[in-house]
Antibody, heavy 126, light 112 residues
Framework: QLQLQESGPGLVKPSETLSLTCAVS??????????WGWIRQPPGKGLEWIGS???????YYNPSLKSRVTVSVDTSKNQFSLKLSSVTAADTAVYYC??????????????????WGQGTLLTVSS | DIVMTQSPDSLAVSLGERATINCRSS????????????FSWYQQRPGQPPKLLIY???TRESGVPDRFSGGGSGTDFTLTISSLRAEDVAVYYC?????????FGQGTKLEI
């Protein structure tokens, strides 16, 4: 059974760079059927997709965050990571990692998300 | 960006009754080349991460009870729970995956 587990510092100061890692177990991150994504949820609010990566390193990013986001993959450790620079209080959220399932239609990329990690709360505060 | 708008924001339904949640996209998520709706539904129970329920607008994810069904096409979609159970109390989200950025609805809170 595939499981994903986020890890991170919990607290980041404004203007610093947030770094989170998602460890994947019970399956290989090098599967050709999946991307691997990050989604966040501010307290009491809805879901915002941040970015997704294929094991080869190909990425999709949310244009609203693209200038500050880097998603990377480490196939040797079966994990992928998120870096978000110049954080502000608006970046305070629960950050989820999830398997981003490819549509498997020729020429297309990923579609729906599942399963998800339990999430990790990242607070931006001085 | 495709904006996803759910209605209602919250809904109270009696146990055993039918619950219907709506989602409208700001542009069609029906692909003319594949004739598929690039649309999914998620359930988020209190204190839990979201869980995939339905993709391609009407295909139930493995293990999801058949009381959950998805319908609609183009810009208007519905999630129906045929007979509400206590464990269905959750916030439900829709999502489109036709174009980047992948976007979610604001959520519908379902209560007993």
């Amino acid at each position: 059974q595939l499981q994903l587990q986020e890890s991170g510092p919990g607290l980041v100061k404004p203007s610093e760079t947030l770094s989170l890692t998602c460890a994947v177990s019970g399956g290989s991150i090098t599967s050709t059927s999946y991307y691997w994504g990050w989604i966040r949820q501010p307290p009491g609010k809805g879901l915002e997709w941040i970015g997704s990566i294929f094991y080869s390193g190909h990425t999709y990013y949310n244009p609203s965050l693209k200038s500050r986001v880097t998603v990377s993959v480490d196939t040797s450790k079966n994990q992928f990571s998120l870096k978000l620079s110049s954080v502000t209080a608006a970046d305070t959220a629960v950050y989820y990692c999830a398997r981003h399932v490819m549509t498997l239609i020729r020429g297309e990329g990923p579609g729906w998300f599942g399963p998800w990690g339990q999430g990790t709360l990242l607070t931006v505060s001085s | 960006d495709i904006v996803m708008t759910q209605s209602p924001d919250s809904l109270a339904v009696s146990l055993g009754e039918r619950a219907t949640i709506n989602c409208r996209s700001s542009q069609s998520v029906l692909s003319s080349s594949t004739n598929k709706n690039y649309f999914s539904w998620y359930q988020q129970r209190p204190g839990q991460p979201p869980k995939l329920l339905i993709y391609w607008a009407s295909t139930r994810e493995s293990g999801v009870p058949d009381r959950f069904s998805g319908g609609g096409s183009g810009t208007d979609f519905t999630l129906t729970i045929s007979s509400l159970r206590a464990e269905d109390v959750a916030v439900y989200y829709c999502q489109q995956y036709l174009t980047v950025p992948f976007t979610f609805g604001q959520g519908t809170k379902l209560e007993i």
